[in-house]
């Protein structure tokens, strides 16, 4: 089947701008996480879904950031008054979301790549 | 301050060598250590995972060591290959219901020469 999606696959924007960046899950899975990869840099968490329960939004660097996820389906990552600081890869992740389970492994899309100029 | 920090940066190592990454970590809350493969342009892959209740655990050419009281996990990949050139990242997370949020180490380049 399918894996997880993400688009734009790249994206140049102006700072100050607005963005949105999209998250197609792998079907039937129910946890769904947004991480960001700074270029050399390891990959930081930003916001975590899990069906309609209340998001982890603890990794959010800043209220410029918002995320939304309806149900177990797409997920939008939106950037408001973009910053140079805000490039980066953004990597959408999902996972089937077993409670209690250590190894549900997180399957990672090919990222967005963001560049403000 | 990094949770996991992961060493070398950089690798090089000959066609057949043996590859070795470390990583160590600081919250003993965590107990899932997975190592993620990432090529250029895209996103991580799972390559090999070991919970704390074990102290080895091996998957073909991929060997994940652990030392739980030292708090550190390494990577050995045996007979290297220059298909296995890529970013090896080591990662952790902890028992928070549902949500496994990974926590990342810096990543190693591994380069193997032909």
């Known amino acids: 089947g399918a894996g997880v999606s993400q688009s734009p696959s790249n994206k140049v924007t102006e700072k100050g701008k607005d963005v949105e960046l999209r998250c197609d899950p792998i079907?039937?899975?129910?946890?769904l996480y947004w991480y960001r990869q700074r270029l050399g840099q390891g990959l930081e968490f930003l916001i975590y879904?899990?069906?309609?329960?209340?998001?982890?939004k603890s990794g959010l660097p800043s209220d410029r950031f918002s995320a939304e996820r309806t149900g177990e389906s797409v997920s939008t990552l939106t950037i408001q008054r973009t910053q140079q600081e805000d490039s980066a890869v953004y990597l959408c992740?999902?996972?089937?979301?077993?409670?209690?389970?250590?190894?549900?492994?997180?399957?990672f899309g090919p990222g967005t790549r963001l560049t403000v100029l | 301050q990094q949770q996991v920090k992961q060493s070398p940066q950089s690798l090089i190592v000959q066609k057949g060598g043996i590859s070795i990454i470390n990583c160590a970590y600081e919250?003993?809350?965590?107990?899932?250590f997975p190592w993620y493969q990432q090529f250029p342009g895209k996103g991580p892959a799972l390559l090999i995972a070991?919970?704390?209740d074990v102290s080895e655990k091996k998957e073909g050419r991929f060997t994940i060591s652990f030392n739980k009281s030292a708090k550190q996990f390494s990577l050995h990949i045996m007979d290297s290959q220059p298909g296995d050139s890529a970013t090896y990242f080591c990662a952790a997370s902890k028992d928070a219901g549902n949500n496994r949020k990974l926590i990342w180490g810096l990543g190693t380049s591994l380069a193997v020469n032909p």
């Open positions: 992740a999902s996972s089937i979301g077993l409670a209690g389970s250590s190894t549900d492994t997180q399957y």
């Open positions: 879904f899990q069906g309609n329960s209340a998001p982890d």
């Open positions: 079907s039937g899975h129910t946890a």
């Open positions: 919250n003993t809350a965590f107990d899932y």
């Open positions: 070991i919970r704390p």
